[in-house]
């Protein structure tokens, strides 16, 4: 079984920046399409970014321009570049397949609390 073990979070504010990180203990990343998650307290976890395994993105609107996501293959991590954050991006961050079909058991997920 896969597992997820997401990292690089923490208190930041506005306008700041951080590379969260998400290490895979097998090879997910080379073979699905991935995806960056968030879920805030009292909300629903929401995709905001997936990368394709042919190296095509898609970000939620509400990060379009500020977030890139990325991988390294050889490293079988995932990461996500997060640039201008704004207060209503505080959550918590997980990783995981793109597809419902593919996921596996999400991970602890990462804090990131945007606030000054």
């Known amino acids: 079984q896969v597992q997820l073990v997401e990292s690089g979070g923490g208190l930041v504010q506005p306008g700041g920046s951080l590379r969260l990180s998400c290490v895979a203990s097998?090879?997910?990343?080379?073979?699905?399409?991935m995806a960056w998650y968030r879920q805030a307290p009292g909300k629903q976890r929401e995709k905001v970014a997936t990368?394709?395994?042919?190296?095509?993105?898609n970000y939620a609107d509400s990060v379009k321009g500020r977030f890139t996501i990325s991988r390294d293959i050889a490293k079988n991590t995932l990461y996500l570049q997060m640039n201008s954050l704004k207060p209503e991006d505080t959550a918590v961050y997980y990783c995981?397949?793109?597809?419902?079909?593919?996921?596996?058991?999400w991970g602890q997920g990462t804090q990131v609390t945007v606030s000054s």
């Open positions: 995981n397949a793109d597809s419902p079909s593919y996921r596996v058991q």
């Open positions: 990368r394709t395994t042919g190296g095509s993105t």
């Open positions: 097998g090879s997910i990343f080379r073979f699905k399409d």
